[in-house]
């Protein structure tokens, strides 16, 4: 018998909670486990409480949504430091800013590339490269 990797169980859980996404375009989800492999935090890209669960805008970047990373960094029950973040895709440069100054999570595991049109066309770093900048492990596990 083959047992799932923690990395299979990081990224299945964050499917998992991505396909609670209303959103019509992308469906995002987030998990974060800490150094003993424990779910700390999940999360998927929604509106506010309260608010219609509809984008604004099919524009990339305008949807409208808390992104899943915001969401489980905010519902995170911390324990520690060295936590690992897996995400369905890869990061945007405002949740890899988040990310890093949570000053918790030392490594990010994503299943899909993204890339921010305006930041690519402008020569700005990407939303991993942030994160490799900070000293954060980036891993794109597909």
Known sequence: MTRP?????????????????????VQVGACILDRHHRVVGVGYNG??????????????????FIH???????????????HTLYVTHEPCATCARLIVNSRRVG???FASPYSETSRVQSGLPSGAEILRSAGIEVQHVG
């Open 5 to 25: 990797s923690f990395d299979d169980l990081g990224l299945a859980t964050a499917r998992l909670w991505a396909s609670r996404s209303a959103d019509s375009k």
């Open 68 to 82: 899943a990373e915001v969401n489980a960094l905010l519902a995170a029950n911390w324990n520690g430091e060295g």
């Open 107 to 109: 490594r990010v595991a």
């Open 47 to 64: 509106r506010a409480a309260g608010e219609p669960n509809e984008r604004e805008s099919l524009d990339q970047g305008h949807s409208g």
